[in-house]
């Protein structure tokens, strides 16, 4: 059976054994202000055919763009077939939660390779086996450097506004402060930085490339936080990291950011899956998984979870994170991802994204009443400052169906540009943004 239902004399059969006289009471622990004391606005339930039919309607109503010019933490990129393939392999699709090895090497192994990929990428000693996303990522990264006497959070204003939020919802629960460091011309303002830093400063957080698509010198701004002795988070886009220097060359203490583009559809959303790295002296404050390789009774090489002291199903009261599980089918995918393309191709994606995005804003600015928002050098990403309002842009590509930028002010607009654009797309994009001018 699928489902265990119990009679109404059988639920007060229960109670009775346990002492209560009503299910309410088995949530009398809980805070007054955590229970819900009306009922949830939730249709009538429906049959099976009826919510079929229903969900077949909702999605007739999306729109799914051939072209697209969006970006702000998810990116279209182009996947070979190869990755959807063996990750849909039924060998591939197990638990996620491995604790018996013996039976689980395989995908334990994904883990362990998973884990390489994104140390090296970063340029990190050890990465975790993934946690739920982006956002995520960077909150635990926060958790991990908060002590006691070291509350205060400083982050950028050029940060990624979804990334914000989540950060704030952590530090609410840590009773930790997030203080704001001021924005320069589209850039980390390292000077606003230096002045902000104290005693009671646990960690900085920084974007490369940072919301607006422009680099960072994460360099710069890893020698003044650590002059204040002072940990440095950096959120990196992984596909950026093929060309640019990593987060450990820079100096960083830990790496974190989003996989959705290594390999990831855009999904409407999801599943996403976020990725953590850090320096040997942090290693036992990473939360999730981390998959150890070793060998077995007879020399033979293999893969345990370790080093599982450090988390909430052994420590459960000590336990810096309620992590319990991961992302270990969507991780499983960058490894498969990384894999296909290899070092060789992963830089040469790269290189097209960054030549294609440059081709874009050089067409783009040579337009009249068109110019770039902030000056700096970009990834795949930039900002445009528009002649007309940038929902009246988007009306018009959407008519042509082009998921335009995202708008940033009235008149600004958040183009990206990757390697699944083409030049005739590209060449399209300019000539409908040159009638909208109009």
Same mark, same amino acid.
């Given at each position: ?53 229903? *969900? ?21 990129? @182009?996947?070979?077939?190869? $990755? ?16 018996? #090895? ?14 390489? *990929?994104?140390?090296? +990428? ?31 959070? @400083? ?11 989540? +950060? %704030?919802?952590?530090? %609410? =629960? ?18 606003? /930085? ?20 422009? /680099? ?33 060359? &820079? ?21 996403? &899956?976020?990725?953590?790295?850090? !320096?040997? =002296? ?27 002291? !450090? ?12 992590? &319990?599980?991961?992302? =270990? ?55 445009? %400052?528009?002649?007309?309002?940038? #929902? ?10 082009? /998921?335009?930028? /995202? ?5 600004? *607009? +958040?183009?990206? $540009?990757?390697? =699944? ?8 994009? $300019?000539?409908? +943004? ?5």
């Amino acid at each position: 059976m699928n489902y265990v239902v119990n009679t109404t004399d059988e639920q007060k059969e229960m109670l009775k054994a346990l002492g209560l006289e009503k299910i309410e009471d088995l949530y009398r622990d809980l805070p007054e202000g955590t229970r819900l004391d009306h009922p949830l606005n939730l249709p009538e339930g429906m049959t099976e055919f009826e919510a079929y039919d229903r *969900m077949k309607h909702l999605a007739a109503e999306d729109k799914v763009y051939p072209t697209i010019f969006r970006g702000a933490g998810a990116y279209r990129h @182009l996947i070979p077939s190869a $990755v959807k393939h063996i990750t849909s392999l039924s060998g591939y699709v197990t638990a996620y939660t491995p604790y018996q #090895s013996e039976l689980s090497q395989g995908i334990l192994q994904g883990m362990f390779e998973y884990q390489t *990929m994104i140390a090296d +990428l970063t340029g990190m000693d050890v990465a975790n086996a993934s946690v739920y996303d982006g956002a995520e990522a960077a909150a635990e990264a926060m958790i991990m450097c908060l002590d006691p006497h070291k509350t205060k959070v @400083l982050v950028s204003e050029t940060v990624n506004p979804e990334v914000l939020a989540v +950060l %704030h919802t952590y530090a %609410h =629960a840590k009773d930790a402060e997030i203080v704001m460091i001021p924005e320069k011309d589209g850039h980390t303002d390292n000077e606003a /930085l230096a002045g902000l830093l104290g005693a009671d400063t646990a960690c900085v957080y920084t974007e490369q490339p940072n919301y607006y698509g422009l /680099l960072e010198d994460v360099t710069e701004l890893v020698n003044t936080a650590h002059a204040a002795k002072v940990k440095v988070i950096t959120g990196v886009n992984p596909t950026a990291l093929a060309l640019l220097k990593t987060p450990g060359e &820079c100096g960083s203490d830990i790496a974190v950011g989003e996989g959705q583009s290594l390999g990831l559809d855009l999904g409407f959303g999801g599943p996403y &899956c976020g990725f953590m790295a850090t !320096r040997n =002296a942090m290693m036992r404050k990473l939360p999730g998984r981390i998959v150890g390789e070793t060998t077995d009774r007879n020399g033979k090489r293999c893969f345990v979870l370790t080093l599982q002291a !450090r988390e909430q199903h052994i420590r459960r009261e000590k336990a810096s994170s309620s992590i &319990c599980s991961n992302q =270990a089918l969507c991780a499983f995918r960058n490894s498969v991802y990384l894999a296909a393309l290899g070092k060789k191709g992963f830089e040469e994606m790269a290189e097209n994204c960054l030549t294609l995005a440059h081709y874009a804003a050089e067409q783009i600015t040579a337009l009249d009443g068109y110019c770039y928002s902030y000056p700096g050098e970009f990834f795949l990403e930039f900002a445009i %400052h528009t002649p007309v309002p940038v #929902s009246k842009i988007n009306a018009l590509l959407d008519e042509h169906d082009i /998921l335009g930028g /995202l708008e940033l002010g009235e008149t600004d *607009m +958040l183009m990206c $540009v990757t390697e =699944a654009n083409t030049r005739e797309e590209i060449d399209t994009l $300019v000539s409908l +943004l040159k009638e909208a001018a109009k």
